[in-house]
């Protein structure tokens, strides 16, 4: 009965619109009611996935990423990105996707890239004649590859479930981030060609150079937070910390773009976004404390290990659960829900930790971009000024581009794990 209540409340929850953190937390509610259980659970339960040392990176991470957002990265990034391959026929498509692939180095979400470099190359594109649809349908897909590409918020939370060191989460990651970034220029310029799309004539080498040298603070940064967990002289919490204070220090000293009276304000939005995905981590730990308590990772282990004990069929099994879910559930709350089971029957059958971890966030990245409720869709499509339905047409190739590319780190296990073993053994 207690287990009816909770899957009803949080599938009517979602229907209804509710944000997918309240959801969790009134189905949880609920659920202790029905069953009797102390409400005081309620809390401990949410204290206890918040008390995990490594997530206090997530707050420092994001605050670096904005301050460097607010203090002039993108428009440095992307016309470094322009330099090298806007002059390709779909060049700012390409530029587009290039753009991600160094900005999420440094955001490590999703939506952060949208936003940003959706808020400039979307305008920009449709001003150059590309189709408005598929300015916004490259600058959503592009940006998924920002939590693969390190750092990366869904990498640390796994991390912290799994017990997986953080650092080899980002290298495993690497190799995947550029293949699907790699992949969808392949595809756009496909799209270009066949499309006819504009190009931009080319600008040199010089131009290369100096691009480069305008954005190198910038990139440097991804290099800065690798290093220090690489080299064990810091750990992901204090790499965070130590990125956000070389953010503010670049944005008002070398770019000179950041006033020193918008840091405060910075500082206040940024705790709002880190509390809002520590709210929805204290909620979804709840929730997934009930799934366990009434043994749904046995149960779901039982039922495919009885259909199939094959490692290959088991991987599609999975990836082609965590697609559907991904559809339909914010990223991070999926990974807390599912991401102990799906582990559980994982190893079950022989695969590596670090390598169901790879292609698992991988897999929800994939959702951010697939409707119903892909939440880059929508802002790309926001920024755009178009319904959702033409931009998701737009959009498929890149989804069965990134589906291909799951598939490959999903039944080539070195593409994750030969990078942390070289570097981390």
């Known amino acids: 009965m207690g287990l009816l209540i909770l899957i009803s409340v949080f599938v009517i ?35 206890a996935g918040m008390d995990v040392f490594v997530l206090l990176s997530i707050p420092g991470f994001i605050l670096a990423g904005n301050l460097m957002n607010q203090g002039g990265i993108t428009e440095r990034i992307i016309r470094f990105a322009n330099a090298l391959v806007g002059w390709i026929r779909g060049g700012l498509g390409l530029t587009n996707v290039g753009a991600s692939m160094l900005f999420g180095g440094i955001t490590g979400t999703a939506v952060a890239d949208a936003a940003s470099i959706g808020g400039v190359m979307i305008p920009g594109m449709k001003k150059a004649g590309y189709p408005a649809a598929f300015s916004a349908a490259v600058t959503a897909a592009s940006s998924t590859v920002g939590p693969i590409i390190p750092p ?30 790699v ?34 603070w910038a990139l440097a940064m991804t290099g800065l937070i690798l290093y220090g967990l690489l080299s064990g002289i810091a750990t992901p919490t204090e790499t965070a910390i130590v990125a956000s204070v070389y953010a503010m220090s670049v944005g008002l000293f070398v770019y000179r773009e950041l006033p020193i009276r918008k840091v405060p304000k910075i500082v206040v939005e940024s705790a709002v976004a ?17 799934l366990v308590s009434e043994r749904i990772p046995q149960m779901i282990a039982s039922a495919v290990l009885s259909f199939t004990d094959n490692k290959f069929v088991v991987i599609l099994i999975i990836n082609i659960l965590l697609l559907f879910v ?21 190893t079950a059958v022989g695969i590596d930790p670090l390598h169901f971890a790879t292609f698992a966030v991988l897999n929800l990245m994939i959702g951010l971009t697939t409707p119903p409720l892909g939440v880059c869709l929508f802002v790309c499509a926001g ?31 070195p593409i994750a794990t030969w990078l942390p073993s070289v570097l981390l053994p």
């Open 13 to 47: 929850g979602l229907v209804v619109g509710l944000p997918v953190a309240v959801t969790l937390g009134l189905s949880s509610l609920c659920y202790l009611f029905v069953m009797d259980i102390p409400a005081v659970v309620m809390p401990q339960k949410m204290y």
């Open 152 to 181: 990366s918020v869904p990498m640390i939370i796994v991390g912290a479930l799994s017990g997986i060191s953080v650092g080899k989460m980002f290298l495993a990651g690497a190799i995947p981030g550029i293949l699907m970034g």
């Open 183 to 216: 992949s969808m220029m392949v595809t756009t310029y496909i799209i270009a060609r066949r499309g006819n799309f504009p190009k931009q004539p080319w600008q040199g080498f010089r131009e290369i150079g100096k691009s480069f040298t305008s954005a190198f």
């Open 274 to 290: 880190a509390s809002g995905i520590l709210a929805l981590v204290g909620f979804a730990n709840v929730f997934g404390w009930i």
């Open 326 to 346: 991904g559809m339909f559930m914010e990223t991070i709350a999926a990974l807390i829900i599912l991401f102990v089971p799906l582990l559980s029957l994982a």
């Open 383 to 413: 920024i755009a000024r178009l319904p959702l339905t033409p931009v998701v047409i737009a959009i498929m190739p890149f989804i069965i581009t990134n589906i291909l590319v799951l598939l490959l780190v999903s039944y080539v296990p």
